[in-house]
T-cell receptor, first 113, second 114 residues
């Protein structure tokens, strides 16, 4: 059983389009996250979501919006995609908001043409 | 935001050699984590450290939480081909916590030559 699963694994689309990435965790965790990994492999937090509380990294453009239908799911919607959005996006989860290890999905590779 | 300085950036070693990498920060972290990422996959947790001075092993891997709470190291003994990958240090800053997400180092690329 995959603990944190993301779909799709690959996403190729044109500039200006709107797209969504889905994430589900079956670990029973309360907190979920989205990270962006750039071409140099640097990982940076975008959002964390816990009990309907959203914490946003101030550097994330408002074209990015997380949506959580329930605590096992945190989807990422991106409007008006730009070339600089090309990256690998990772979903992660942890039991709570304490200093606990996070479990990562295998990533969604987004390529903007 | 907080930054973690991870070194070395890459390592080219022979199979069987020992490996050492470290992370430092100008500010205090209250949790240090070490992850490994292989191509096409997400980071996988190797070791978690919660107390200053803590030394923890996981098979051939050993990691320590620095006394100053501003650094951590990871050692791999007797490297084997499957150790190839990118190793990341990560931590929770003392003023933040889980809700702020993890701060990551820039990774150490480990390459093993046969």
């Amino acid at each position: 059983d995959t603990a944190v699963s993301q779909t799709p694994k690959y996403l190729v689309t044109q500039m200006g389009n709107d797209k969504s990435i889905k994430c589900e965790q079956n670990l029973g965790h309360d907190t979920m996250y989205w990270y962006k990994q750039d071409s140099k492999k640097f990982l940076k937090i975008m959002f964390s979501y816990n009990n309907k509380e959203l914490i946003i990294n101030e550097t994330v453009p408002n074209r990015f919006s997380p949506k959580s239908p329930d605590k096992a799911h945190l989807n990422l919607h991106i409007n008006s995609l730009e070339l600089g959005d090309s990256a690998v996006y990772f979903c992660a989860s942890s039991p709570g908001t304490g200093n606990q290890p996070q479990h990562f999905g295998d990533g969604t590779r987004l390529s903007i043409l | 935001g907080q930054q973690l300085n991870q070194s070395p950036q890459s390592m080219f070693i022979q199979e069987g050699e020992d490996v050492s990498m470290n992370c430092t920060s100008s500010s205090i972290f209250n949790t240090w984590l070490w992850y490994k990422q292989e191509p096409g996959e997400g980071p996988v947790l190797l070791i978690a450290l919660y107390k200053a001075g803590e030394l923890t092993s996981n098979g051939r891997l050993t990691a320590q939480f620095g006394i100053t709470r501003k650094d951590s190291f990871l050692n791999i003994s007797a490297s084997i081909p499957s150790d190839v990958g990118i190793y990341f240090c990560a931590g929770y800053h003392i003023s933040g916590g889980g809700a702020d997400g993890l701060t990551f180092g820039k990774g150490t690329h480990l390459i093993i030559q046969p």
